[in-house]
C-alpha cells in the first residue's frame, strides 16, 4: 500500500510539474517615442502552431504581478497573452494620488494612449505563436476604459474585448460611428461600484446601441469596485476606499470570459 501511495505522488508531482512547465514566460523591453516600457509575454510551448492572442492591460497600479498572473491564466487556457504596460518600466504606484499621476500621464490624452497600446498590439501579432487575424484584450478598472475605448473606435484590429470593472466614461469619451467597429465588447461592472455610476452605465449602453456595436453587459448587485483582484479588500482597508474582492462575480466574470473568447475566435 506504501509503495501504490509513493508512486500515486510520484505521478502527481512529475505530471504537475510538467503542466506547470509548458507555459513560458518572457519579458520584452519596448518603446514609445522616447519611453522604454517591459510587458509580460505568456504561452503554452506544447501547443503547436498559431493560436489566439490577447492584450491583458492593467489598472491604475500599474504593470504589477496581478496582470501577469492573468497572462499567464489566458496561456493555461490555450492563447498567447502578453501583459502590456501603459506607464513605463519600473513606474508602479503604491498610494492612490501616485497612482492617479501615472493614469493621467498614461490616458489624459487619447493620441499617446493610442500609441502605447498600437505599439503592444504590433508585438503581440508578430509572435510566431500568435494567429494575427484573431485578437482580443482584457482590461482592468483604467485598462477596461482602453481596451473598451479601442474596440468602440476601431483602432486596431480586435474580435473582442472583455472589460472587468472599467472606466465607462472613459470609454464613451468619444463618439464611435455606425460601422468603424466590428470588434464585440463585455463588461463587467459591480452593481455599488461609485467609481462607475449608473449614468456613466446608461451613456455606454446608449452609445453602443447608438453605433450598432454588439456588446453584453453584466452588472453584479451589491458588489464593489476592483471585484476580480484578491488584494483590492486590503487595499480598500488601507487607503478608505470602495474596493473589495468578490470571489464569485471574480470566478462568475472569467467563466463568461472564457466562453465570450471561444465565440469569438470559431
Not at 504537475?16 to 518603446?31: D, P, S
Not at 463585455?186 to 453602443?208: C, Y
Not at 471574480?250 to 475566435?265: L, M
Request: with cysteine; hydrophobic share 40%; charged share 20%.
Amino acid at each position: 500500500m506504501k509503495k501504490i501511495m509513493m508512486m500515486a505522488l510520484f505521478v502527481w508531482v512529475f505530471f504537475g510539474v510538467q503542466a506547470h512547465a509548458v507555459v513560458q514566460t518572457k519579458e520584452i523591453t519596448y518603446k514609445v517615442g522616447k519611453t522604454e516600457f517591459t510587458g509580460f509575454m505568456a504561452f503554452d510551448d506544447a501547443i503547436s502552431g498559431k493560436r489566439p492572442g490577447v492584450l491583458v492591460v492593467h489598472e491604475w497600479w500599474g504593470h504589477d504581478n496581478y496582470s501577469r498572473k492573468r497572462a499567464k491564466m489566458l496561456a493555461k487556457l490555450g492563447y498567447t497573452a502578453f501583459a502590456l504596460d501603459m506607464y513605463g518600466t519600473g513606474k508602479l504606484a503604491k498610494h492612490p494620488e501616485d497612482a492617479q499621476k501615472l493614469m493621467k500621464a498614461a490616458v489624459g490624452q487619447l493620441p499617446e494612449t493610442e500609441k502605447r497600446f498600437k505599439a503592444a498590439y504590433e508585438i503581440l501579432i508578430h509572435q510566431k505563436t500568435v494567429d494575427p487575424n484573431k485578437i482580443a484584450a482584457i482590461g482592468y478598472c483604467m485598462g477596461g476604459g482602453i481596451v473598451m475605448h479601442m474596440a468602440r473606435m476601431g483602432i486596431t484590429a480586435l474580435d473582442g474585448v472583455v472589460s472587468f470593472h472599467g472606466n465607462f466614461a472613459f470609454a464613451t469619451q468619444t463618439p464611435s460611428k455606425p460601422g468603424q467597429s466590428t470588434a464585440k465588447v463585455l463588461a463587467f461592472t459591480g452593481g455599488s461600484d461609485p467609481f462607475v455610476p449608473m449614468k456613466s452605465v446608461q451613456t455606454f449602453v446608449k452609445s453602443m446601441t447608438e453605433a450598432g456595436l454588439d456588446f453584453q453587459l453584466k452588472s453584479y448587485p451589491g458588489v464593489k469596485h476592483s471585484f476580480t483582484i484578491p488584494e483590492a479588500s486590503e487595499l480598500g482597508k488601507q487607503f478608505s476606499l470602495p474596493l473589495l474582492y468578490d470571489e464569485a462575480a471574480d470566478t462568475d466574470s472569467w467563466q463568461r470570459t472564457q466562453i465570450f473568447f471561444k465565440d469569438i475566435f470559431k
